[in-house]
Nanobody, 121 residues
């Protein structure tokens, strides 16, 4: 069992940066791939980034590639999403998730409650 709590969201101007954190509890955190997803109002939840449990594989959505960086610290049971060059279209609730290295939300078993990111133009 893994419990996930996100933090670090907020309001930022276009072009700015935010760093999201996700703290996990549970003894098996290190065995899961960790992903970030987001959901904007009226839209489906979409994949943002994922990193495998060894940290050797990462994958990003085309819309964030080159701007966002996912990282993890297994010793601290944490995963991070550094977001640079933010755009208004990045506005969404961001969720971290633990599961299989995948772009599909159904491959993830555990989810956080989400943190709001709002980018003003």
């Amino acid at each position: 069992q893994v419990q996930l709590v996100e933090s670090g969201g907020g309001l930022v101007q276009a072009g700015g940066s935010l760093r999201l954190s996700c703290a996990a509890s549970g003894r098996t955190f290190g065995s899961y791939a960790m992903g970030w997803f987001r959901q904007a109002p009226g839209k489906e939840r979409e994949f943002v980034a994922t990193r495998d449990w060894l940290g050797t594989r990462t994958y990003y959505a085309d819309s964030v590639k080159g701007r966002f960086t996912i990282s993890r610290d297994n010793a601290k049971n944490s995963v991070y999403l550094q977001m640079n060059g933010l755009k208004p279209e990045d506005t969404a609730v961001y969720y971290c998730a633990a599961g299989t290295f995948s772009i599909w939300s159904y491959e993830y078993d555990y989810w956080g409650q989400g943190t709001q990111v709002t980018v003003s133009s």
